[in-house]
């Protein structure tokens, strides 16, 4: 028996019973699960994030007028968010990930800090600035991969006589919505730094680990992936095999150590594609932010034609089937959410 012919009244009467008892429970609060459920529950993913593409050659002068107006000391960090057009006012780029391209100009010290947030920096603009991971140095170029694992003290630096930009990839969104936040201030300075990152390199980047080391965290203790060397394993991968028909020649930074992901938040990759490449469609769960390395092509999501060049950056957002084409050899360096939703049970892709 329906609900209307159980209480004996016209469809109106029924309304109006429904919305009296809904205001009535949500003094308690409490809300009727069938008002939404087809809107929690969808067939497939709903995300409001968009497809978009940020064009360097549109930020870089934003980026520079920036360092006009406000010192990296004074601001802490100068970064400009790139923040995704369907969730504007979020602070995001994408519904888990966070990106921002940071600035630091010559003579110029970004303080000490950590926070629970595990971070990533990806270069692409100038040589010579440096970051500091608990009292270690690397000296960044262009290409290269830097971690910031969570929790650790960090500061930034510039002795170069040249600007320096990268992009900023942290899972802020994540963390928020487990409300797991913390971060303190360093005392620390830039100049204290107690070793350089070649001693981090040698320790863990061939393929070998100091006797008796025990990890205290599931984020790699290689925090320094130079570019060279990744670029070079690519290359190599072209000259034995034939390129995937989605994403070409594409390698996934791990931890040297387990094997496991980079940063246990945060799926880190790096591909090649070849002039002339005509990707196959390809989606997956994980919505996912490319910067262009090397190259030039398109992303076609759709109806849309993303054209990308040399630094530029791009998002592919959830399952919305995407395919990537090129007119010259073409580098990508990407990252999402991959490990959590695999660590969830939850990540699928289709091609």
């Known amino acids: 028996m329906n609900a209307m012919l159980a209480t004996g009244g016209s469809p109106d009467d029924l309304a109006q019973q429904r919305r009296a008892f809904y205001d009535r429970i949500g003094q308690a ?6 008002e939404v459920l087809h809107s929690l529950v969808t067939k497939e993913p709903n995300t409001p994030c968009l497809p978009n593409l940020w064009r360097w050659d549109q930020v870089w002068p934003w980026l520079q007028e920036s360092g006009t107006l406000i010192s990296a000391m004074e601001a802490e960090r100068r970064v400009l968010v790139l923040e995704n057009p369907g969730l504007r006012g979020r602070t995001r780029i994408t519904h888990s990930m966070y990106a921002g391209l940071q600035l630091i100009l010559p003579g110029e010290l970004a303080p000490s800090h950590r926070h629970s947030q595990s971070a990533l920096r990806f270069i692409m603009h100038g040589a010579g600035a440096y ?20 929790w650790t003290f960090h500061e930034h630096g510039n002795e170069s006589s ?17 409300d797991a936040q913390f971060r303190e201030d360093g005392s620390r300075t830039a100049t204290e730094a107690d070793r350089g990152a070649n001693a981090n390199l040698a320790r863990f980047g061939n393929t070998m680990k100091p006797v008796g080391f025990r990890s205290r965290s599931r984020t790699s203790p290689l925090f320094w992936y130079p570019y060279e060397r990744t670029r070079e394993a690519l290359q190599t991968l072209r000259r034995s095999e034939d390129p995937h028909a989605c994403w070409g020649h ?5 931890n040297p150590v387990t094997g496991d992901w980079a940063i246990p938040t945060i799926g880190t990759f790096m591909q090649l594609l070849p002039a002339d490449f005509r990707g196959t469609s390809y989606r997956s ?27 530029d950056v791009f998002v592919c957002p959830s399952w919305m089937p995407y395919r990537l084409e090129t007119s010259s050899d073409t580098v990508l360096f990407s990252y999402s959410d991959r490990p959590v939703q695999e660590a969830l049970d939850l990540w699928r892709e289709q091609y």
């Open 131 to 150: 970051t500091t991971v608990d009292g270690e140095r690397v000296t960044m170029q262009v290409g290269d991969f830097v971690i910031t694992p969570s």
């Open 285 to 311: 769960t994980d919505s996912t932010v490319y910067v262009v390395v090397e190259g030039e092509g398109r992303c076609v999501i759709g109806e849309q034609v993303l054209a990308f060049g040399p630094k």
């Open 250 to 254: 594409k390698l996934q930074y791990t």
């Open 29 to 34: 609060h409490c809300t009727p699960l069938w």
């Open 162 to 178: 040249e600007p320096m930009v990268w992009l900023d990839g942290l899972d802020l969104p994540v963390v928020e919505l487990l």
